[in-house]
């Protein structure tokens, strides 16, 4: 991870002072880069000896922090990692631009490493990243979303890049269809339990554990899983707090904790802690065809991580 982490740094450069002053803002901000230790570790499976694989798990990343400063911005979120989002700081417009040249610069390496089959993955999975987020945009503030059509949305958004990240790997490490399937599956499912897990975070964690403002879905009208099974099982005067809160945007700080506790009333968190938990062991079954290693292992401690955060 150390090889990514100064790749990132040198990529990030540009003679543009703004752009690395907005990237290493976010970049230097703690965050996990889950995402590109699942490209190294899915190459270092298959005992790929190259450094072609760094480049594409910076790639990953890039991906992923261009798409958290463009999610800020639709977002108008104020807090990123724990400290003020780049938007707050630079703006909106300089948010958005250094997005696409982080963008710019993981295709500029996924050509680097003259796979095309990996720029293929990776391309679709930008298209459909920015398809789960448009949406979520189309979904926002609808009481009627179902749970199919949010597990759409977060497929597309989020699961979509971890399975990416998962595949890429095997891609440049010569790894068989039947292995490069079975790690995108792995990707997916963690990819799924991730966002699950941080929906039961924003209405039962803390700003430390989310690097955000607890409650942010909630004010930006976010239907989100907790909330699918709470309106579900809520009664009419229920229905109706929901409508008023997620639709009508009635969602001060009472309002947020009445949401908690109808939330806790039909425990709707921990079913969607069941979900993500399910998840995960739908990543774990995925695995079970790949030999041991060291890097399997590491696959196993990520489902692990990911799902500690909620205990």
């Known amino acids: 991870m150390e090889r990514v982490n100064r790749l990132i740094l040198s990529k990030a450069g540009s003679d543009v002072e703004m752009i690395p002053e907005v990237a290493n803002h976010l970049i230097s901000s703690g965050g996990k880069r889950l995402r590109p230790m699942l490209t190294l570790a899915t190459a270092a499976m298959f005992g790929y000896r190259g ?42 417009q300089a948010s958005v631009l250094v997005g696409d040249f982080l963008l710019g610069q993981a295709f500029r390496m996924m050509v680097e490493t003259g796979s ?32 199919d059509d949010y597990i759409a949305v977060i497929r597309g958004k989020t699961a979509e890049l971890f399975a990416a990240a998962a595949e890429v790997g095997p891609i440049i490490a010569g790894a068989s269809e039947a292995e490069r399937n079975a790690l995108r599956d792995y990707g997916m499912a963690l990819g799924l339990a991730f966002q699950l897990v941080d929906d039961v975070l924003d209405y039962g964690g803390s700003s430390a554990d989310l690097g955000k403002n607890v409650g ?18 809520g009664d009419a005067e229920e229905k109706a707090f929901w409508r008023a809160a997620i639709e009508d945007g009635e969602n001060d700080d009472a309002a947020l904790e ?3 506790r109808l939330i806790a009333r039909h425990n709707a968190l921990s079913d969607s802690i069941s979900r993500a938990l399910a998840y995960g062991e739908t990543a774990r079954a995925a695995l079970a065809p790949l ?14 991580y990911c799902i500690a955060r909620i205990s």
């Not at 999610?71 to 400290?83: A, H, I, L, N, Q």
């Not at 909630?218 to 579900?232: D, Y």
């Not at 590491?298 to 692990?304: G, K, P, R, T």
């Open 216 to 233: 942010d879905d909630f004010r930006e009208g976010k239907v989100t899983m907790p909330v699918i099974l709470a309106h579900q099982r």
């Open 291 to 304: 030999p041991m290693s060291a890097g399997r292992h590491a696959l196993e401690e990520v489902i692990d």
């Open 51 to 92: 450094d072609h694989h760094v480049y594409l798990a910076t790639s990953v990343e890039f991906m992923h922090t261009a798409t958290l400063l463009h999610d800020d911005v639709v977002d108008e979120s104020d807090m990123r990692r724990g400290k003020s989002s780049a938007r707050m700081i630079w703006g909106n």
């Open 258 to 260: 009445k949401a908690r």
């Open 116 to 147: 095309m089959e990996a720029l293929k993955v990776l391309s679709n999975a930008a298209a459909v990243i920015a398809e789960g987020e448009v949406l979520q945009l189309s979904v926002a503030k609808k009481m009627e979303t179902t749970e």
